[in-house]
C-alpha cells in the first residue's frame, strides 16, 4: 500500500523557515517523480514543485521560485521542501504527491501538513 | 502559462442524476489533463488519468472525455459518496495549474 506521510509544519514568523518531509513507502520511490501541492484556507489547489526520479531535473510555481527548495534522498525514500523568506500568502496545507507514470499527474498524496505563517 | 477554466463552479444534484463537470484549456493539451475528486477535511484523490482512463479503485459511474482544450468529467449515476469538490489539472508543461474546482452538493 503506498502511504505518503507528511511532517514539519507549523507555526512561523513572515521571513522564518521550515523544511517538510514526505516519507514514501509501499512503491519504488527512486523510479517516481515526486511533488508538493499546497491550498490555502478555502482555497483551491495549487501546485508547488515537482522533482525527477533522481533528482536532476527540479520545477517551481513563480510564486515560491528562489524562495522554496525541492530535494529528495532516494536512500531514505524521502521527500523534502526548505522554505526560506516565508511569507503570510504561503499559509496552507502542504501535500506530497507521488506522480504518475504518465506525465506529472498526481496518483496518491499525503494527509497533509499545515504551514502557517504569522507573527 | 496555461489557464485551466472548470465550469460550474457548483451544482446541486439528486441521487441517481447524471451529472457533467466541464475544464476548458487556454491552449491544446491534448490528452495531458487529470480530475480530481476533494471531500471536506481530505486529500485529493485521483479519478480520470490522461482525460479518459479510470484510476484503478474508481467506481465505474466515473467516466472522462475530450482532447485538446476541452474536457468533461461525467457521473453517469450520482451517489451520496460523491459530494465534494472536483479539480481538473493539466500535465501538458510547467507550470502544472488546476482548475479552480468545482464543488458538487447532493440535494
Known amino acids: 500500500e503506498v502511504q505518503l506521510v507528511e511532517s514539519g509544519g507549523g507555526l512561523v514568523q513572515p521571513g522564518g523557515s521550515l523544511r517538510l518531509s514526505c516519507a514514501a513507502s509501499g512503491f519504488t520511490f527512486s523510479s517516481y517523480a515526486m511533488s508538493w501541492v499546497r491550498q490555502a484556507p478555502g482555497k483551491g489547489l495549487e501546485w508547488v514543485s515537482s522533482i525527477n526520479f533522481s533528482g536532476g531535473d527540479t520545477y517551481y510555481a513563480d510564486s515560491v521560485k528562489g524562495r522554496f527548495t525541492i530535494s529528495r534522498d532516494n536512500s531514505k525514500n524521502t521527500l523534502y521542501l526548505q522554505m526560506n523568506s516565508l511569507r503570510a500568502e504561503d499559509t496552507a496545507i502542504y501535500y506530497c504527491?507521488?506522480?504518475?507514470?504518465?506525465?506529472?499527474?498526481?496518483?496518491?498524496w499525503g494527509q497533509g501538513t499545515l504551514v502557517t505563517v504569522s507573527s | 502559462d496555461i489557464q485551466m477554466t472548470q465550469s460550474p463552479s457548483s451544482v446541486s444534484a439528486s441521487v441517481g442524476d447524471r451529472v457533467t463537470i466541464t475544464c476548458r484549456a487556454s491552449?491544446?493539451?491534448?490528452?495531458?489533463l487529470a480530475w480530481y475528486q476533494q471531500k471536506p477535511g481530505k486529500a485529493p484523490k485521483l479519478l480520470i488519468y490522461t482525460a479518459s482512463n479510470l484510476q484503478s479503485g474508481v467506481p465505474s459511474r466515473f467516466s472522462g472525455s475530450g482532447s485538446g482544450t476541452d474536457f468533461t468529467l461525467t457521473i453517469s449515476s450520482l451517489q451520496p459518496e460523491d459530494f465534494g469538490t472536483y479539480y481538473c489539472q493539466q500535465a501538458k508543461s510547467f507550470p502544472v495549474t488546476f482548475g479552480q474546482g468545482t464543488r458538487l452538493e447532493i440535494k
Open positions: 504527491a507521488k506522480d504518475s507514470d504518465t506525465a506529472w499527474q498526481k496518483d496518491y
Open positions: 491552449q491544446g493539451i491534448s490528452s495531458w
